[in-house]
């Protein structure tokens, strides 16, 4: 079946404008993350959604930015008066969730790269 | 606060051999996983491996597995039979058991030669 999805995969924007990256999830997959990652770091946590309720955004760098999930499936992750310093790669990620709320295995879409000028 | 810390930050191997790679973390939890994801060129991150922490037996898949020591926190990954496509940056990640929540090391870029 399909992967998880990511569009666009290449974003270019200048400095103090508004951006939307979109996921899509694999079908079935309630749990769903995000994450950025800088050139040669680790990906970061930065929010959780369990269904269409965030669960943890405690990743979030400031209330410049924010994620909704408004139907349990797709979700975009959305950044107000962008910074230089946004520049990155937003990965997407969804799980199944087992009865009991063990983390299962999580499935990477292909990336954004945000590109702030 | 939870840490994971991967020392090498390149290693190389010729093909086909075995190539071991490091991964220490920090945590008060008892109960949590671990895993190793690959992630080539092309950003798509593979899961290659997970271990619970509960679990003493080290997790094995084909030509990959781990040498768990929860109470060193240490969980390092062995390569066997290098192959070329395994050329890519390989992360460790440290994820709680009721979340999926994952923090990950600043990865190890592994080169593999023919």
């Known amino acids: 079946g399909a992967g998880v999805s990511q569009t666009p995969s290449n974003k270019v924007t200048e400095k103090g404008k508004y951006v939307e990256l979109r996921c899509d999830p694999i079908?079935?997959?309630?749990?769903l993350y995000w994450y950025r990652q800088s050139l040669g770091q680790g990906p970061e946590f930065l929010i959780y959604f369990q269904g269409t309720g965030a669960a943890d955004d405690s990743g979030l760098p400031n209330d410049r930015f924010f994620a909704v999930r408004p139907e349990g499936s797709v979700s975009t992750l959305k950044i107000q008066r962008t910074e230089r310093g946004d520049s990155a790669v937003y990965l997407c990620a969804s799980s199944l969730t087992k009865a009991g709320g063990f983390p299962n295995e999580q499935f990477f879409g292909p990336g954004t790269r945000l590109t702030v000028l | 606060a939870q840490t994971v810390t991967q020392s090498q930050p390149e290693m190389s191997v010729q093909e086909a051999e075995t190539v071991t790679l490091s991964c220490t973390y920090d945590t008060s939890e008892n109960n949590y996983y671990l895993f190793w994801y690959k992630q080539p060129p092309s950003r798509q991150m593979i899961l290659v491996i997970r271990?619970?922490?509960?679990?003493?037996q080290n997790a094995t898949e084909n030509r990959f597995s781990v040498n768990f020591q929860k109470a060193a926190k240490s969980f390092s990954l062995k390569i066997s039979d290098s192959q070329l496509g395994d050329t890519a940056m390989y992360f460790c990640?440290?994820?709680?058991?009721?979340?999926?929540?994952?923090?990950f090391g600043q990865g190890t870029t592994l080169q593999v030669k023919p």
């Open positions: 079908s079935g997959h309630t749990a």
């Open positions: 271990q619970e922490a509960y679990k003493q």
């Open positions: 990640a440290f994820g709680w058991s009721n979340t999926g929540k994952l923090i």
